[in-house]
Nanobody, 125 residues
Framework: QVQLVESGGGLVQAGGSLRLSCAASGQTFTSCTMGWFRRAPGKKRTFVAAISRYGDSTDYADSVKGRFTISRDNAKNTVYLQMDSLRPEDTAVYYC??????????????????WGQGTQVTVSS
């Protein structure tokens, strides 16, 4: 019913930049918080960044603060992750996720309702 499709991943050198996009489609819904997570092979998925419904609040993992910027365009049902000053330790599969409203109401919570398929980001040294 709802699909999230990430794009923009690839191979870059350390210090380079990438911009990830995640577009939602399918069944109409009201999105609340949207976020980005990542997972390296053999490791647990970890939080990267999140943005509130209207973009007025953002949150970042300490490891990416000052380097990554999350944004959203509600008219396009899309969330972005601008990744600058990339490091080899940023190498991972990046996933976007979204919380949906319940009866048009957003709640402050940690779990996400929908997940994308992931896009590979590889940073070479």
């Amino acid at each position: 019913q709802v699909q999230l499709v990430e794009s923009g991943g690839g191979l870059v050198q350390a210090g380079g930049s990438l911009r990830l996009s995640c577009a939602a489609s399918g069944q109409t819904f009201t999105s609340c918080t949207m976020g980005w997570f990542r997972r390296a092979p053999g490791k647990k998925r970890t939080f990267v960044a999140a943005i509130s419904r209207y973009g007025d609040s953002t949150d970042y993992a300490d490891s990416v603060k000052g380097r990554f910027t999350i944004s959203r365009d509600n008219a396009k049902n899309t969330v972005y992750l601008q990744m600058d000053s990339l490091r080899p330790e940023d190498t991972a599969v990046y996933y976007c996720a979204v919380q949906r409203a319940r009866d048009e109401t957003c709640y402050l919570r940690e779990e996400y309702d929908y997940w994308g398929q992931g896009t590979q980001v590889t940073v070479s040294s």
